[in-house]
């Protein structure tokens, strides 16, 4: 399996809703990320887990909460957001190889909607 | 940290012309440049990406180049192909430290 998948693929959700955002892989990466990309924007990173532990917090708003729980999946938990918070939400693996850099590969992403 | 600009924002083409994109990087730690290719609502893609240790990487219709010095790098499409029609973001990233920053992307219309 060569591929990250995302699930749903479309949210809508009031601001006082939680929900979470899941991502999967079967590559056997060590490395996961969640970026947030807005329209006609690149991808902005937001977090990184490295060997199920999170390594980059890209000064995140609390309202998103990411969580590892093996090394295959990787979740964003949402809470509280605000409408500006609307885009599309990428996940993103790669492996995990001392002193080298490695590419990513990127799911599908879910578009979240805030109302 | 990293800052990564592109040029040009939208770059039209007819059929069978090349298109050329480039970027420029200011962290000199930076030693890995990928280009992803994004089609409308779908993932970024890899299509092509360079370590510093080489000046210039080919791939068939695609090629990208990178200067250390001057600190650029660029995409080139040769031949291009209405289903080029795209946009195509570079990134750049420092060995060990697995943050890729994108430069603002490259809209690609390919005219038949």
């Known amino acids: 399996d060569t591929e990250v998948t995302q699930t749903p693929k479309h949210l809508v959700m009031g601001m006082t809703n939680k929900k979470s955002l899941k991502c999967e892989q079967h590559?056997?990466?060590?490395?996961m990320y969640w970026y947030k990309q807005k329209a006609k924007k690149p991808p902005e990173l937001m977090f990184v887990?490295?060997?199920?532990?999170?390594?980059i917090n890209e000064s995140v708003p609390s309202r998103f909460s990411p969580e590892c729980p093996n090394s295959s999946l990787l979740n964003l938990h949402l809470h509280a957001l605000q409408p500006e918070d609307s885009a599309l939400y990428l996940c993103?693996?790669?492996?995990?190889?001392?002193?080298?850099?490695?590419?990513?590969?990127f799911g599908p992403g879910t578009r979240l909607t805030v109302l | 940290g990293e800052n990564v600009e592109q040029h040009p924002s939208t770059l039209s083409v007819q059929e069978g012309d090349s298109a050329v994109i480039k970027c420029t990087y200011s962290?000199?730690?930076?030693?890995?440049f990928p280009w992803y290719k994004q089609e409308l609502g779908k993932r970024p893609q890899l299509i092509i990406d360079?370590?510093?240790?080489?000046g210039e990487k080919k791939d068939q219709r695609i090629a990208v180049t990178l200067n250390k010095t001057a600190k650029h790098f660029s995409l080139h499409i040769t031949e291009t192909q209405p289903e080029d029609s795209a946009v195509y973001f570079c990134?750049?990233?420092?060995?060990?430290?697995?943050?890729?920053?994108f430069g603002t992307g490259t809209r690609l219309l390919v005219s038949p």
């Open positions: 887990y490295s060997y199920e532990k999170l390594s």
């Open positions: 590559m056997g990466h060590r490395a």
């Open positions: 993103a693996s790669s492996q995990e190889l001392t002193g080298g850099y490695n590419e990513q590969f």
């Open positions: 962290d000199s730690a930076s030693n890995y």
């Open positions: 360079i370590r510093s240790n080489v």
């Open positions: 990134a750049a990233a420092s060995s060990g430290f697995q943050k890729l920053v």
